[in-house]
């Protein structure tokens, strides 16, 4: 465990933040401009991943191994959260025969 | 047998389920055989209370507790004393006479069985009102006989004005029953009970002048001037012809309008402890005893003409409650409820004679057509007018003898009345019954007597007019009253109160000979001028002289009301109808829900159905979350 510590460690911290911010918003940006159904499942999936790194990098500066942990659990939620997910948009695409969103737009008044 | 009280409004009851629930199913003959059964039967029962009645005092009948809350104690029970045995006795008799009349008078008619079926619930509850114990029960029957007064008047009910009727007849009695109920409040209020036993002896202990007494009896006169037809609320009963004629019958002479005699009758020592309310009485009573005397001279309705004489009638009786003749009073309830309903009778007989022609002005000459029905009424008319020894006479004569020793002017009106009377009926006598014919060849051709069911009745009330005053003839005249003292139990206190008659006999001769001598001359004027000069009413188009078409229209007393009452009320119900409901209230409830639906029409086209667009949405909100929580701090 300390070995992996020290590990983390020989990277600057401010570097995982940086590298976090960026993946992140890499995610939120293909949230929002892509328009594939499963493009912007894999950048939500992006964003979750952004927060596991920064937390592992946190926990493992402040010396508190509960926030690998958290980690833990937000990886095997991410992946039923993928099951369900993608059993959506199959069903999307079986209907539609499209996983553009924008097809997707009978959700309204 | 005084336990088998329960009995007599029983049966009419049943004959009002059966008739009411069969009236499809069963046929006439078995309708009305029912109906005329369950009254006679209860006629049967309460003669036999009627001969082994002699207490002193009233038997209660306990039924069972009905209302008992708190102090109040209100139990279902009769009573049964002399007043409320003649009062049976009058209904189910009058009423069995008349049942049996219409099974024949009304046996074209569609609505046979349910016509039954009202005149045995309103028979029901007639009996209840003068059986109750207390004035709970009795405001039960009051309620009801205005009910049934209601459906029978209204009867012929796709007729719009027969309807109009009906609802005047319902709204003018719930005036006064209004006045009836709050009387019983602070009867209750005062006395802490409604029961006649415990009111009456509480109220001889109170002073003559009593406040609170002269607010109950005022209130509970008011009660009586809607139920019997009085000023100012008499205008139903003459509207109330619109009902089939037994029905016209039944409310004039055995049921409905006696109830207000009865109830101050039964009431008589809390309104002789209140002698301002016994001056109201007799001063209404005789104003409404003119003043339809008055408008009957000039109705050319055959049934009309009867129904003004009803309303002076009645207004004779009040006068007689008003200067303290109870017994004379109930004298001239009961002698009236024979040649009144004797008299609606005959006049139902000619009407069904003439195919249903009321209009005096087509009649005529019907004397030899119909000489059953024409000696019947005869007899009716003669006893209505006062001539011994028909049984008005005696009954007229004593309360007249009361007011002259009451008030001399009040007796003069009265007489004047009395002539009235004598000159209005036998003017509807010549017109209908002497002279030629008058109506149409095909009227004519139709004239017939009527069925043995229709002449029978009025027979057997016709001997009833004749011989009925011979109950009461009074000492001046060698008799020894029997009514007075079969009476003098129930209104020993106000007797004991108010003093006895204390007329020398020459003075009740003399003033017997005045009004007979009147009468004689009235009926004499009415003679000459139609008979002898064969003078008819005009027709509604031709001019009146001022006065006649004065009482030609009723003292446009209707049309007065609905200036006063009805135009007013009516503007006013369309200004709360129109402005206060349809522009307040519903604009308000509208109002609220109308402003989220136009302020939504805004907001929701943000939801445009772009997931995308959500999908950006949803990040600024996040981003907006964040930036408003890193901030705050």
């Given at each position: ?21 960026i ?12 328009r ?25 500066y402040s ?18 959260e993928?099951?369900?997910?993608l059993?959506?948009?199959?069903m ?5 025969n499209s996983i553009?969103?924008n ?7 | 047998?005084?336990?088998?009280v329960?009995?007599i ?15 499809n ?14 009254v ?5 029962v ?27 104690n ?13 009062m ?12 049996i009349?219409?099974?024949?008078y009304?046996s ?5 069985g349910?016509f ?7 028979v029901f ?16 029957g009051w ?23 009906a609802?005047?007849?319902?709204i ?35 002073v ?30 003459p ?21 207000g ?18 001056s109201i ?10 003043i ?9 309705d ?32 009961l ?10 009778l ?21 004397r ?25 006479f005696?009954?007229?004569d004593?309360i ?6 009451h ?16 000159f209005y ?12 014919f ?34 009461g ?6 008799g ?14 106000s007797n004991?109160r108010?003093?006895?008659l ?48 004065l ?34 209230i ?8 109308k ?15 772009n ?23």
């Amino acid at each position: 465990m300390d070995n992996i510590t020290a590990t983390i460690q020989v990277v600057p911290l401010n570097h995982y933040i940086l590298l976090s911010a960026i993946i992140f918003t890499i995610g939120v940006i293909g949230v929002l401009i892509r328009r594939n159904a499963i493009i912007i499942f894999m950048s939500v999936e992006l964003m979750l991943n952004a927060v596991n790194l920064l937390l592992t990098a946190f926990s493992a500066y402040s010396g508190d191994a509960s926030g690998q942990v958290f980690v833990f659990f937000i990886m095997a939620l991410a992946a039923a959260e993928v099951a369900v997910g993608l059993a959506i948009i199959v069903m999307v695409y079986r209907n539609t025969n499209s996983i553009d969103i924008n097809v997707l737009n009978r959700l309204k008044w | 047998m005084i336990d088998l009280v329960w009995l007599i409004p029983l049966f009419p009851f049943i004959g009002f389920l059966i008739c009411g629930l069969g009236r499809n199913v069963l046929p006439k003959a078995l309708l009305g055989g029912i109906a005329s059964l369950a009254v006679i039967v209860s006629f049967a029962v309460s003669l036999g209370i009627f001969l082994q009645f002699d207490a002193k005092t009233a038997a209660v009948v306990n039924l069972f507790d009905w209302i008992n809350v708190g102090t109040i104690n209100i139990p279902f029970a009769f009573q049964i004393d002399q007043l409320s045995i003649l009062m049976l006795l009058i209904i189910t008799g009058i009423g069995s006479l008349i049942h049996i009349y219409s099974t024949a008078y009304m046996s074209h008619d569609a609505g046979f069985g349910k016509f039954f079926s009202y005149l045995n619930l309103f028979v029901f509850f007639m009996l209840l009102l003068v059986l109750g114990e207390n004035y709970i029960i009795m405001f039960i029957g009051w309620e009801g006989v205005g009910l049934c007064s209601y459906l029978l008047i209204g009867f012929w009910y796709t007729n719009g004005e027969y309807a109009d009727a009906a609802k005047k007849a319902f709204i003018m009695n719930r005036i006064g029953d209004l006045g009836f109920l709050i009387g019983v409040f602070v009867i209750i209020a005062t006395f802490g009970s409604s029961s006649f036993s415990a009111v009456f002896p509480q109220a001889q202990a109170l002073v003559s002048g009593d406040t609170t007494l002269t607010l109950i009896t005022i209130l509970l006169f008011i009660g009586a001037t809607g139920k019997s037809a009085q000023l100012p609320l008499f205008t139903w009963l003459p509207d109330a012809m619109a009902g089939p004629t037994p029905v016209s019958a039944l409310i004039h002479a055995a049921t409905m309008v006696t109830a207000g005699i009865y109830m101050i009758a039964r009431s008589n020592i809390l309104f002789s402890l209140s002698p301002v309310t016994m001056s109201i009485i007799a001063v209404v009573g005789l104003a409404t005893a003119i003043i339809a005397a008055i408008i009957a001279l000039t109705q050319t309705d055959i049934k009309k003409v009867l129904a003004y004489s009803t309303v002076s009638q009645l207004g004779y009786m009040f006068l007689g409650l008003g200067v303290g003749a109870y017994t004379g009073a109930f004298f001239h309830v009961l002698t009236h409820a024979f040649f009144k309903a004797l008299l609606f009778l005959g006049a139902g007989s000619v009407i069904h004679a003439m195919s249903n022609e009321q209009d005096m002005r087509n009649m005529g000459g019907l004397r030899k057509k119909l000489p059953t029905t024409f000696i019947t009424m005869l007899a009716g008319t003669i006893a209505i007018s006062g001539l011994p020894p028909f049984a008005g006479f005696f009954s007229k004569d004593e309360i007249l003898a009361h007011v002259f020793e009451h008030n001399v002017v009040l007796w003069v009106i009265g007489v004047l009345g009395a002539l009235l009377t004598a000159f209005y009926m036998f003017r509807m006598m010549f017109l209908t019954f002497w002279g030629s014919f008058r109506g149409t060849e095909e009227q004519k051709h139709h004239l017939h007597e009527s069925p043995a069911a229709m002449t029978v009745p009025l027979i057997v009330l016709a001997i009833l007019s004749v011989v009925g005053g011979f109950i009461g003839v009074p000492e001046a005249l060698h008799g020894s009253h029997w009514l007075a003292n079969y009476l003098s139990p129930i209104f020993e206190a106000s007797n004991s109160r108010l003093g006895e008659l204390s007329l020398s006999h020459a003075t009740e001769y003399a003033l017997m000979a005045v009004s007979v001598v009147g009468v004689i001359i009235a009926i004499a004027i009415a003679y000459v001028k139609y008979v002898k000069n064969g003078h008819v009413p005009l027709a509604d188009s031709e001019a009146r002289p001022a006065l006649a078409k004065l009482s030609y229209h009723k003292f446009y007393f209707d049309e007065f009301y609905a200036a006063l009452i009805t135009k007013p009320l009516d503007a006013l119900s369309g200004f709360f109808y129109k402005t206060v409901d349809k522009s307040g209230i519903d604009g308000i409830v509208n109002g609220v829900s109308k402003a989220p639906v136009e302020a939504s029409k805004g907001f929701r086209l943000l939801q445009t159905g772009n997931v995308g667009f959500y999908i950006f949405a949803m990040v600024i909100g996040i981003v907006a979350v964040l930036a408003y929580s890193f901030f705050k701090f």
